[in-house]
């Protein structure tokens, strides 16, 4: 969902702002399974982790600490789009 934040009138009064709707968008088919897979991979040790997984926690720079969101990374995106993620 995206939002929009805007002045809220009410009889020409301005009042506080309110947030709207602006679109809605559906997730891409397999995110929610890859996100699960990506999250068990980060609870494994390095060794043990697959090579796709290993690629996008350096994308993501996660080693130093780091909080970021798995759609930062482009081999995130690309495996997703690829329709890569697990069933």
């Known amino acids: 969902m995206a939002f929009r934040l805007q002045e809220n009138r009410w009889n020409e009064d301005p009042s506080r702002h309110s947030s709207s709707c602006a679109a809605s968008f559906d997730a891409v088919e ?9 999250a068990r991979q980060w609870r494994v040790d390095d060794a043990e982790r697959q090579p796709w997984a290993r690629e996008i926690f350096d994308e993501l720079e996660l080693a130093d600490g780091a909080t970021r969101r798995p759609l930062e990374s482009a081999a995130f995106q690309a495996r997703l789009l690829r329709g890569e993620a697990p069933r």
């Open 30 to 38: 397999g995110y929610d399974e890859l996100r699960a897979e990506l």
